[in-house]
């Protein structure tokens, strides 16, 4: 008897799926360039003058001595290691800013608010202050006439009046960006932007980011996975020299022993229904138990999905991977853009 096929963690409060992209869409960052108001993120402040140091002993990478000229990958985990959240962290002025799913921004600040304690640091929920946009395919001309400098490399931010700026990881062999500012000067923006550059669907953006291999937690798949299975040891969001933090031990000795069994692999699946995150998956030899789970899925120019599947390592190895039960839709998987450990 087949496992039903449901979500395995339903979650009604999680934001609603972007309707499908049109074709011209995906064109415009393949072929040319685009923008994306993404409205999936949300921004958290920390401000203090412990902001830095808070901050450290709470995720995954090093925040102590993050600068002015960087961002950082990083994660929020619980106590048993599971992540709760994935940001990127940049300073902005004084504080520190963390970009992460809009789903549940309101869930960590709250969270990491009551572990403030007597540290001198503020933590503030500023998503309604600000404005995301992301940019893809060739923008540098057009994003010139909004800044003074570009940023050069991956993570490396440049900041001004218009906000941040910030060079994120190629995806498609395209460059990307992301621009978080004062909300009302990136709306009197973008009527210019839109002169030079197609606005596209954010759902784009989802699908970019799961090209460039970087999984995103949102509620359906909180507390699912440790680091490690997301690959975010990989692409730099978890440092092992750092000082503790929340699962840092559990995290830490899958590293050091080296148990990782499970990682996050990009697969296309043709079906169009049913292609959620938390959605688990089968192998063609064992439908009594699932193999993985759909970390993140967004639609894919050629039709269907693309998703990043949490999936033992052994599943890989022969058979196949089929969504929702072992008869479901087949998964058809590439290669990251990045190597595993395995891979070296």
Avoid at 63 to 84: F, I, T
Avoid at 247 to 270: C, F, M, N, P
Wanted: proline fraction near 7%; include cysteine.
């Amino acid at each position: 008897m087949n496992v039903p096929t449901v979500p395995a963690h339903p979650n009604p409060a999680a934001l609603p799926a972007a309707p499908r992209p049109q074709s011209a869409e995906f064109e415009s960052v393949l072929a040319r360039g685009a923008f994306m108001r993404l409205d999936q993120f949300g921004v958290i402040e920390a401000a203090g003058d412990d902001a830095a140091t808070f901050l450290h002993g709470q995720l995954t990478n090093d925040v102590q001595h993050l600068d002015a000229a960087s961002a950082r990958l990083a994660g929020y985990c619980s106590a048993k290691g599971r992540l709760l959240a994935t940001m990127l962290a940049w300073r902005a002025g004084e504080a520190i800013r963390l970009m992460l799913a809009k789903d549940v921004c309101a869930s960590v600040q709250k969270r990491l608010s009551m572990f403030v304690l007597r540290a001198k640091a503020k933590l503030v929920d500023v998503t309604g202050n600000v404005a995301v946009v992301g940019f893809a395919g060739d923008v540098r001309g057009a994003l010139s006439a909004v800044f003074d400098a570009l940023p050069d490399g991956v993570h490396v931010q440049v900041g001004g009046a218009a906000g941040a700026l910030i060079r994120v990881p190629d995806a498609i062999a395209r460059p990307r960006y992301l621009w978080v500012g004062p909300k009302d000067e990136v709306e009197a923006r973008l009527p210019a932007l839109e002169e030079r550059l197609t606005r596209a669907s954010p759902a784009v953006w989802d699908w970019l980011d799961i090209r460039a291999g970087e999984a995103r937690i949102t509620q359906a798949v909180a507390e699912q996975f440790v680091p490690q299975m997301v690959n975010y040891d990989v692409i730099g969001a978890v440092n092992f020299r750092k000082g503790c933090y929340p699962g840092q031990e559990v995290v830490a000795r899958s590293h050091y022993r080296g148990t990782i069994k499970r990682r996050a692999a990009l697969a296309h699946i043709g079906d169009t229904a049913g292609v959620v995150p938390g959605r688990e998956v089968f192998h063609s030899a064992d439908p009594a138990q699932p193999c993985g789970m759909i970390v993140n899925a967004a639609a894919a120019p050629q039709g269907g999905f693309d998703a990043l599947v949490e999936i033992k390592l052994a599943a890989l190895d022969e058979g196949s991977i089929h969504l929702g039960s072992a008869d479901g839709p087949v998964l058809a998987f590439e290669p990251l853009p990045y190597a595993l450990p395995t891979d070296i």
